[in-house]
């Protein structure tokens, strides 16, 4: 039987007919209205893109001069002993990164995640690659309540005598974050641990 009055698809390239088409949109609006959804999970919704999951395969323009320096008012918070220093970026030409979230069974430490990072063939992300993951997340209460996502950006010694720790940028409920931990801090098992996969002839930056 032929389908008539075929006026779009949906995310996976489904037909609707005229009737299913309305009430989706009718449905979608409603969910808007009492906030079930975000605008942002709309757009995404729109775009043909499934506003629940992490993205996994970014372009990061690391010339963005937002990358040079640190704003504070564009945070949640910023340690004060945190500097652009302490996020070095090393490869600021514009570059497909491809990304991976690391979760853990037990509360792991920073040293911990430093080094499963470094046995998956795997490496620790600049801030420009974190902050341009960090873009591209849904704002889905569902992705960010109680299980933020961290990026552990490299080891730096930040105070006089010779004790480590390791920066990092991290995005939760309250907004992103510039601070830095001990290398044995433990972290909640529910977090996410973000690590990008290197391209082909770079160097592990965890080393």
Known sequence: MEEKHMVGTAPGEQSLGADDCLGLVSDLITKLRKKIITKRQLELFVQKKDPFSLPKKLTVFGSNLRFQTINPREYFFVHPKISIEHFPITNPVTREVEYEILTFDHDPSAQEILDTIKTRGLRCPERDEAETFFDNVPDSEDQLHQSRIVALCGLIAIFPIARY???????????????????????????????????????????
């Open 165 to 207: 720790v390791v920066a990092r940028a991290e995005l939760h409920e309250g907004g992103r974050e510039l601070n830095y931990c001990m290398c044995g801090t433990h972290w909640d098992k529910r977090e996410r641990f973000l690590a990008v996969r290197p391209s082909v002839g770079e160097v592990n930056k965890t080393d």
